[in-house]
């Protein structure tokens, strides 16, 4: 079983979509590094052989930011504009739609619960 990043990827699923199984890679940056690695999209992630599994770790390492670091950078850039008080970062605090929807009805995902 690979494990890459902190992740264990699912052995029975196409490396291309275990690759999605790390926080910031999605399909198309899967696709990307494994044309870099020159691996095959179809081949399953148990069939890896440990020289394909270091290139796929290495790339990961070197070219991209994922998992716990860029967990870390969304939630400082959040904090960032929490604290400048800009208008994202007040509908931040006070738990509301930051992207300009309505809150007169719905809504309810980010307010919560009617009281």
């Excluded at 399953?44 to 796929?56: A, M, R």
């Excluded at 994202?88 to 309810?108: E, S, Y």
């Excluded at 995902?109 to 009617?114: A, F, S």
């Amino acid at each position: 079983m690979a494990h890459i990043s902190g992740v264990e990827l699912p052995k029975e699923k196409r490396i291309v979509i275990g690759l999605t199984y790390i926080y910031g890679i999605g399909k198309s940056r899967a696709e990307k590094i494994l044309e870099k690695a020159g691996i095959d999209e179809n081949i399953k992630v148990k069939d890896l052989n440990t020289d394909q599994e270091k290139k796929l770790r290495a790339i990961i390492l070197e070219e991209y930011v994922v998992e716990g670091d860029l967990r870390t950078q969304k939630a400082m850039d959040i904090k960032r504009l929490m604290e400048i008080n800009c208008y994202r970062g007040i509908r931040h605090k006070t738990n509301l739609p930051v992207r300009g929807q309505r809150t007169h009805t719905n809504a309810r995902t980010r307010k919560g619960r009617k009281r």
